[in-house]
């Protein structure tokens, strides 16, 4: 599962510090535990990569990523507490807007942001595949 962050106009992003794609950023992400939803996954990794507390706003994307062989749940978050720090398995974490964006890691994080890049520039664009 994976959370999409955004704040006015810039979005959060981790730089991992573990492979695959190692010092490339993604959204915050990470696996579903055994015996837990993906909401409280979403909410848990929040935490444990970035220090900060959100909640699911709303589902965004289910996708398949053949180079993982994963299935990639993807939720809209917002922040409701904590205090933003690099943690767990990211060197790095930051907001980004359009202009400044690194290279990002997974292709279902470049869907995601190729979308948002297009709503903030007033173009339409799909969120998710049909």
């Known amino acids: 599962m ?12 981790v730089k991992r510090g573990v492979d695959p794609k190692r010092g490339k ?3 915050v992400a ?12 979403a909410i ?3 935490g444990e990569e970035t220090g900060l507390e959100v909640t699911i706003d709303r589902l965004m994307d289910v996708s398949y990523d053949a180079d993982n062989s ?3 749940i993807m939720y809209a978050a917002k922040i409701v507490g904590g205090t933003l720090i690099a943690a767990d398995d990211v060197d790095e974490v930051a907001w980004f ?13 470049q869907r995601l942001v190729s979308a948002w890049i297009a709503r ?4 339409p664009a799909q969120e998710s595949r049909s």
């Open 2 to 13: 994976a959370l999409f962050i955004e704040q006015g106009d810039r979005i959060l992003l």
């Open 25 to 27: 950023w993604a959204l």
């Open 30 to 41: 990470g696996f579903v535990d055994y015996g837990e939803a993906p909401e409280e996954a």
């Open 44 to 46: 848990r990794e929040a």
């Open 70 to 72: 994963t299935i990639v």
């Open 97 to 109: 807007g359009v202009d400044n964006l690194p290279e990002l890691a997974f292709e279902s994080t």
């Open 120 to 123: 903030q520039r007033g173009s």
